[in-house]
């Protein structure tokens, strides 16, 4: 595979098919393929890959959000599509190492909560430290519970809220990483981005806003690696955080020259590169459309 023609070798790039063939590409939480677009004309699905896919290797495409956890995901691929999805992620109780569904430990509060058998809707759940056992059916009500105060934040569109979400759960009754509040700092970043962020008090900083980045961006590449609109807006708000707190830094001299010059051009690479990659994700016509 190569960009822009079809051919049986590896790499990255466009392949068409019919969409009855894209029927039958196997769902993978970690996918080898991300956007596609169907040619009004001729009825051709046009698939973009988002990894580098070696000759032979199964075309594979992500059914749900990323950022939902095992078991959420799981049970609604089960009720939809009518199958037990027993891939990379889905079979790692750690979830690519995300720790994206883990608890804090109901007993020592110092261990991660996770299910003994992640392809058992039913398995218990045990801790990494004290390895006592919780009943799945009690990490579901606590995950239940603070799902429905997430989703009042979405309902009341009092997105600085997310903030108060992540400062009572984080650490305390999840894992830093957990879906839920990974999804929070997703929403935050955009509504910084995007919104009104003289609503959220106090403001946040240079450094808040750069951890924010971080911890999303860090959680996401596990979870969500290549090209994808998600995993470029992560990589784009990191660098671009991290620029602003490099030159923040700069400015108040806790940074010498030497040092901003070299991590400050790092940055602007990165995001060169980010905005290149892009255009990638967008299917263009005159490039992409393969003959025959």
Request: proline share 3%.
């Amino acid at each position: 595979w190569r960009r822009g023609r079809s051919t049986p070798r590896s790499g990255t790039g466009t392949r068409t098919t019919s969409s009855t063939t894209s029927s039958r590409i196997s769902g993978w939480q970690i996918p080898s393929l991300s956007r596609y677009v169907i040619d009004p004309k001729t009825f051709n699905m046009y698939v973009r890959s988002r990894v580098s896919i070696k000759a032979g290797e199964e075309l594979t495409v992500q059914y749900l959000s990323a950022l939902w956890g095992n078991l959420k995901r799981r049970k609604i691929i089960r009720s939809e599509w009518y199958f037990d999805c027993a891939c990379v992620r889905c079979a790692d109780r750690t979830e690519c190492g995300s720790n994206i569904s883990s608890v804090k430990c109901f007993e020592c509060n110092a261990g991660n909560l996770m299910p003994r058998d992640s392809l058992d809707y039913d398995s218990v759940w045990f801790c990494s430290k004290c390895n006592s056992e919780i009943a799945a059916e009690r990490i579901e009500a606590l995950v239940k519970d603070i799902e429905l105060e997430f989703d009042g934040v979405l309902e009341t569109e009092e997105f600085w809220r997310y903030r108060e979400l992540l400062e009572k759960y984080s650490g305390t009754f999840l894992h830093p990483n957990h879906w839920i509040l990974t999804t929070a700092r997703r929403n935050l970043i955009q509504y910084m981005c995007y919104g009104d962020p003289t609503r959220i008090f106090p403001p946040v900083d240079h450094v808040e806003k750069f951890k924010l980045c971080q911890d999303f961006f860090t959680t996401l590449k596990k979870v969500d690696p290549g090209w994808s609109d998600l995993s470029m807006f992560a990589a784009r708000e990191f660098h671009y955080a991290k620029l602003s707190l490099l030159e923040r830094e700069f400015a108040v001299g806790r940074v010498q020259m030497d040092e901003f010059s070299v991590k400050s051009r790092n940055s602007i690479d990165a995001l060169d590169r980010i905005n290149k990659d892009k255009e990638f994700l967008v299917f263009d016509d005159e490039r992409d459309r393969l003959d025959g």
